[in-house]
C-alpha cells in the first residue's frame, strides 16, 4: 500500500461489567543501552523535544496527549525536555530548527503538518532521531518514510470508532431518535477514518437489530462529509454541529481536536437532549466541563506510543519501524461510559466486547480507505 504525505492517520476492556481505558499499547522497551548512562538510565546527553501543531499544548486531545505522554517519559528518567507550541503553521519549521539547535536528541512532531519540516530536519540530520504522529512522511509516494531516522506513529482508529459508532446507534435507537452524526476538521486520512468506523459501526447496529439507524454528515463509500476546514473551535465549527442538530441527530461525533468546544456550544444553545463522542483522549476525564454530554470516547494512545518512543531512544535503542495502534496491541480503545453507563442500553457492553473480540480475531474486518498500512 503506497502512502502518500497525506495519508495522515488518526479497545475497551470489560471488567466487572464495565468499559474501562486499557493502560498502554505495548510492553516497554528492553533497558539495554548501547552508549553510556546518565541518571534515570538515559544515555548521556539525551535531550527529548516535542513540537506541536496549531492546536497546543491545552487542545484536549492529541497535542496535550503527546506531551502527557514525553513528560512522563522525561520525568522517569530525571531530563528536562523541550516542548516547543506552534501557535499558527508557520511557525512549524522554525521550532523544529529550534529544537535542532538546542541540542535535541529525540524531537517528535505532532501531526501530519509537520511533516515537510521532519522530513528536511531528518535528511539534514541523519544522526538525531524523530517521530510524527498521525503521518508517515512519505512525501516521495514510495510507502515509507522519506528518511530513515523517522518513526511513524500512526493508528487503525477505525477499529476503535466502529465500537463509538454501535454505541452511538443503540443509544439514539434507545431514545427513539434513529439518527446520529459526525463532522471532521479537515478531510485528512486521520480525521475521515474515524467517521469511516462511526459509519460502519452503525451500519452493524442496524445489521444485527434490525435497526434503521441513520447517519449524517459523513459517507464513507462516496468518502463526502461535512468539514470546517481547520480545527479551530469557531463559529464555522458551530454552526456545522448545529447543521447536524437541525437534522435532528441525537449523538454528533466532532472529529478533530478544539472543535468539540463548537460541538458543545451548539447543543447548549439548541435545547436538545443530544450528547456527543469525544476523540483522541477521554474527553470526560480532559474537559470535565463537557462530560455531562460526552457518552463516550474514542481513544488513541498518543501518550504511550510517544512516552515508549521516548524511553527506547533515551537508552540508545530507538528503532524507525512505523509503530500502527489498534485494538489488539491497545493502542486504540473505547473509553469508560463514566455517568452514563447506568443509563446504557440493557447488554450494550458485552456487544461491545464481543464486537472487540471479533475484530481482535480477524472475523469482522473494519474496512477503511483511511486506514494506516501495517494495520
Not at 126 to 153: C, E, Q, R, V, W
Amino acid at each position: 500500500m503506497t502512502i502518500s504525505t497525506t495519508k495522515k492517520l488518526a479497545g475497551i476492556t470489560a471488567a466487572a461489567g464495565l468499559i474501562i481505558a486499557l493502560a498502554g499499547c505495548g510492553s516497554a522497551p528492553d533497558s539495554d543501552s548501547t552508549g553510556s548512562a546518565a541518571a534515570g538510565g538515559a544515555v548521556d546527553g539525551f535531550l527529548p523535544c516535542l513540537v506541536s501543531d496549531a492546536g497546543g499544548w491545552n487542545d484536549k486531545s492529541f497535542n496535550e496527549s503527546a506531551k502527557n505522554g514525553m513528560d512522563k517519559a522525561a520525568k522517569e528518567l530525571g531530563v528536562t525536555p523541550l516542548e516547543f507550541e506552534s501557535k499558527n503553521d508557520n511557525d512549524y519549521a522554525p521550532n523544529m530548527q529550534q529544537a535542532i539547535a538546542e541540542g535535541c536528541s529525540l524531537v517528535v512532531a505532532v501531526g501530519f503538518k509537520l511533516a515537510a519540516a521532519t522530513i528536511e530536519s531528518a535528511n539534514a540530520n541523519p544522526d538525531l532521531s524523530f517521530a510524527i504522529i498521525d503521518d508517515y512522511a512519505d512525501a516521495d509516494f514510495d510507502g515509507k518514510p522519506d528518511a530513515p531516522n523517522i518513526k511513524p506513529l500512526v493508528f487503525n482508529t477505525a477499529e476503535a470508532a466502529y465500537l463509538g459508532g454501535y454505541a452511538a446507534a443503540a443509544w439514539s435507537a434507545q431514545a427513539g431518535v434513529n439518527k446520529v452524526g459526525t463532522f471532521g476538521g479537515m478531510q485528512i486520512p486521520s480525521v475521515a477514518v474515524f467517521m469511516d468506523g462511526y459509519e460502519l459501526g452503525v451500519k452493524k447496529y442496524n445489521e444485527d437489530k434490525g435497526a434503521n439507524v441513520q447517519v449524517a454528515g459523513w459517507d464513507s463509500t462516496t468518502q463526502e462529509g461535512l468539514f470546517t476546514g481547520g480545527f479551530e473551535a469557531n463559529d464555522t465549527a458551530k454552526q456545522t454541529a448545529q447543521n447536524l442538530l437541525d437534522q435532528g441527530v441525537d449523538v454528533i461525533l466532532p472529529v478533530g481536536g478544539p472543535i468539540y468546544k463548537s460541538a458543545a456550544a451548539a447543543i447548549a444553545d439548541s435545547g436538545k437532549d443530544a450528547v456527543m463522542l469525544g476523540v483522541d483522549t477521554d474527553l470526560a476525564v480532559a474537559d470535565p466541563s463537557v462530560a455531562d454530554i460526552t457518552l463516550v470516547s474514542i481513544m488513541k494512545a498518543i501518550d504511550v506510543s510517544v512516552y515508549d518512543t521516548t524511553i527506547a531512544a533515551s537508552k540508545g535503542d530507538f528503532d524507525p519501524t512505523p509503530y500502527v495502534g489498534t485494538l489488539k496491541n491497545e493502542g486504540v480503545k473505547l473509553s469508560s461510559f463514566h455517568d452514563f453507563e447506568s443509563k446504557l442500553p440493557a447488554g450494550l457492553t458485552d456487544e461491545l466486547k464481543k464486537l472487540q473480540d471479533d475484530i481482535i480475531a480477524g472475523t469482522i474486518t473494519v474496512d477503511s480507505k483511511n486506514s494506516p498500512a501495517g494495520s
